[in-house]
């Protein structure tokens, strides 16, 4: 990851962080340093890059890691009220404004990316007793300075945005903006496909060529798709993809316009009893895959990338608590939490 002290005059004044200066002052001054880990697991047993997975999905074959990585915003310690204290995060090369990168890939195994991981986020709050914890899944479309000017984050040009949203990899475009969260597996057998409807299966291996109301279809392809064609015309590839970012978003970033989406797909996640002294938050791979078979995919891109008319997204936008498509014509709810507390974070005693 790039540097990014050139960035440090902005996050100064970031109201986010402002915001969890003046609770400090109003606890007169004094703060308490805070660091919450985070973890990949698949029920009880640890998830990590070169290591069998065992169990997940509904056909329940094995499977390895091929990457995860997540974003988390507006993180929180909750007090004995209820209050949610927000956390003034450190700024580095994982964490900016009031946004953070966890990431668990490290190139072993059948992992892509870097040998770089994070699976902490340090900052402060204010002195006294919190008894849980909250963040949200995703990258905030704005965020303000100290001068009330806008500062685009989500829909920014990763090659000049600051550290940890520089990187290609957790990007679609600048209108569809970032990737959430980014878990792929490699299940033994790999994933098998319809037909492709396009004349070269390596472009249709990742759904290109099928409408999706989504992302672009081709913006995660490699330029060779790892794929088998079958003698019965369906075609089998390495890996299930789940790439969680907005989607039917509207408005032109490259010319500085504030980007909006119909479904903005961030995920509210909130562990009412968490001790950051004793405890970790963990990513359960279980219920995250429940009610999916990893070794079929019925078309569109293989796994879900946010796209409503994705027939695997339908049980993964239910695990993650949200709603894929509208409860009703003009609702205006798709992307929204389902008001059902997301079935795949849980916090652990620290090992």
Same mark, same amino acid.
């Given at each position: 990851?790039?540097?990014?002290?050139?960035?440090?005059?902005?996050?100064?004044?970031?109201?986010?962080?402002?915001?969890?200066?003046?609770?400090?002052?109003?606890?007169?001054?004094?703060?308490?340093?805070?660091?919450?880990?985070?973890?990949?697991?698949?029920?009880?047993?640890?998830?990590?890059?070169?290591?069998?997975? /065992?169990?997940?999905?509904?056909?329940?074959?094995? /499977?390895?890691?091929?990457?995860?990585?997540?974003?988390?915003?507006?993180?929180?310690?909750?007090?004995?009220?209820?209050?949610?204290?927000?956390?003034?995060?450190?700024?580095?090369?994982?964490?900016?404004?009031?946004?953070?990168?966890?990431?668990?890939?490290?190139?072993?195994?059948?992992?892509?990316?870097?040998?770089?991981?994070?699976?902490?986020?340090?900052?402060?709050?204010?002195?006294?007793?919190?008894?849980?914890?909250?963040?949200?899944?995703?990258?905030?479309?704005?965020?303000?300075?100290?001068? $009330?000017?806008?500062?685009?984050?989500?829909?920014?040009?990763?090659?000049?945005?600051?550290?940890?949203?520089?990187?290609?990899?957790?990007?679609?475009?600048?209108?569809? $903006?970032?990737?959430?969260?980014?878990?792929?597996?490699?299940?033994?057998?790999?994933?098998?496909?319809?037909?492709?409807?396009?004349?070269?299966? /390596?472009?249709?291996?990742?759904?290109?060529?099928?409408?999706?109301?989504?992302? %672009?279809?081709?913006?995660?392809? %490699? +330029? #060779?798709?790892?794929?088998?064609?079958?003698?019965?015309?369906?075609?089998?590839?390495?890996?299930?993809?789940?790439?969680?970012?907005?989607?039917?978003?509207?408005?032109?970033?490259?010319?500085?316009?504030? #980007?909006?989406?119909?479904?903005?797909?961030?995920?509210?996640?909130? =562990?009412?009893?968490?001790?950051? /002294?004793?405890?970790?938050?963990?990513?359960?791979? +279980?219920?995250l895959f429940a009610g999916i078979d990893l070794g079929k995919d019925?078309?569109?891109?293989?796994?879900?990338?946010?796209?409503?008319?994705?027939?695997?997204?339908?049980?993964?936008?239910?695990?993650?608590? =949200?709603?894929?498509?509208?409860?009703?014509?003009?609702?205006?709810?798709?992307?929204?939490?389902?008001?059902?507390?997301? +079935?795949?974070?849980?916090?652990?005693?620290?090992?």
């Amino acid at each position: 990851m790039r540097a990014f002290t050139r960035f440090t005059a902005v996050v100064a004044g970031l109201v986010a962080v402002g915001g969890a200066q003046a609770a400090g002052k109003a606890d007169g001054g004094e703060r308490q340093q805070v660091a919450i880990r985070f973890a990949l697991a698949a029920g009880d047993q640890p998830v990590e890059c070169g290591r069998d997975i /065992a169990g997940l999905g509904t056909g329940g074959q094995p /499977a390895q890691l091929h990457d995860a990585r997540f974003y988390i915003a507006a993180p929180a310690l909750i007090d004995a009220a209820g209050h949610e204290v927000p956390i003034e995060l450190e700024q580095n090369d994982w964490q900016y404004a009031n946004l953070a990168l966890l990431d668990f890939e490290n190139k072993t195994g059948k992992c892509v990316g870097s040998a770089d991981v994070n699976d902490t986020i340090k900052g402060s709050a204010p002195r006294g007793r919190y008894k849980g914890f909250s963040f949200v899944i995703g990258v905030p479309s704005v965020v303000q300075d100290k001068d $009330g000017k806008d500062v685009i984050l989500n829909h920014s040009n990763f090659a000049t945005a600051p550290a940890p949203l520089d990187l290609q990899s957790m990007t679609w475009n600048w209108q569809a $903006g970032r990737k959430f969260i980014k878990i792929e597996v490699d299940p033994d057998g790999g994933v098998t496909r319809p037909p492709p409807p396009a004349k070269n299966p /390596a472009l249709a291996a990742n759904g290109a060529g099928e409408k999706t109301d989504g992302p %672009p279809p081709m913006a995660d392809a %490699p +330029k #060779t798709a790892p794929l088998r064609v079958n003698s019965d015309g369906t075609i089998t590839v390495s890996t299930w993809m789940l790439h969680l970012g907005s989607t039917g978003c509207r408005g032109d970033a490259t010319k500085g316009e504030i #980007t909006s989406c119909a479904n903005p797909n961030r995920v509210p996640v909130k =562990l009412a009893s968490f001790d950051p /002294a004793r405890q970790r938050v963990v990513l359960d791979l +279980k219920p995250l895959f429940a009610g999916i078979d990893l070794g079929k995919d019925q078309g569109f891109s293989t796994g879900c990338m946010s796209g409503p008319a994705d027939p695997e997204c339908t049980p993964m936008f239910e695990n993650l608590g =949200l709603r894929l498509k509208e409860t009703a014509p003009d609702a205006n709810d798709a992307g929204q939490s389902s008001g059902a507390s997301t +079935k795949i974070f849980r916090a652990e005693v620290t090992k």
